[in-house]
């Protein structure tokens, strides 16, 4: 059974290496910095992060949230093409939000509008879309706002 555990830099890079091609087109349209130096950027400005590892330990995604309550996950093919690991990411996911929001009155972010995937995850999660910003981020791309109120 996958799990997550607190972040090692060798997971860092792994995931990064592998990330999925929509996690780096939202990476790109968001900051207009390559994926590897938005999720660079992202990672060490974080307060926490965690790695959401398969049955073997395989670092198979990344997740985090900044200090100002901005939550964010990257992950690799193998977490959302496993229906296994998508469940667990769901049961776990539910518990670690809702273990930060004791901490954090207000969980937020926005997904591009176009990773179907996320927004399908973070709805499981009880994240509401509060509006579609038809023209956000560095290029100009359709994204959601996404919440979740303590």
Same mark, same amino acid.
Not at 30 to 56: R, V, W
Not at 73 to 96: H, P, V
């Given at each position: 059974?996958?799990?997550?555990?607190? /972040?090692?830099?060798?997971? $860092?890079?792994?995931? &990064?290496?592998?990330?999925?091609?929509?996690?780096?087109?939202? =990476?790109?349209?968001?900051?207009?910095?390559?994926?590897?130096?938005?999720?660079?950027?992202?990672?060490?400005? /974080?307060?926490?992060?965690?790695?959401?590892?398969?049955?073997?330990?395989?670092?198979?995604?990344?997740?985090?949230?900044?200090?100002?309550?901005?939550?964010?996950?990257? =992950?690799?093919?193998?977490? $959302?093409?496993? +229906?296994?690991?998508?469940?667990?990411?769901?049961?776990?996911?539910?518990?670690?939000?809702?273990?930060?929001?004791? /901490?954090?009155?207000?969980?937020?972010?926005? &997904?591009? =509008?176009?990773?179907?995937?996320?927004?399908?995850?973070?709805?499981?999660?009880?994240?509401?879309? &509060?509006?579609?910003? +038809? /023209?956000?981020?560095?290029?100009?791309?359709? $994204?959601?706002? $996404?919440?979740?109120?303590?």
């Amino acid at each position: 059974m996958g799990y997550l555990r607190k /972040s090692k830099l060798e997971d $860092f890079k792994y995931v &990064v290496k592998n990330m999925r091609v929509m996690d780096k087109i939202e =990476a790109l349209y968001q900051t207009g910095m390559s994926p590897e130096d938005a999720l660079s950027y992202t990672f060490l400005g /974080s307060k926490t992060n965690m790695t959401i590892a398969d049955d073997e330990g395989q670092p198979i995604g990344l997740c985090g949230v900044q200090k100002d309550g901005c939550i964010w996950c990257i =992950a690799t093919d193998e977490l $959302f093409d496993n +229906k296994k690991y998508r469940i667990q990411l769901i049961r776990q996911g539910r518990d670690w939000v809702d273990n930060l929001l004791e /901490s954090y009155k207000i969980l937020y972010n926005y &997904v591009y =509008a176009e990773n179907t995937s996320a927004i399908k995850w973070l709805k499981a999660l009880g994240f509401t879309f &509060v509006k579609l910003h +038809k /023209s956000y981020g560095q290029q100009k791309k359709p $994204f959601y706002e $996404f919440l979740r109120i303590a």
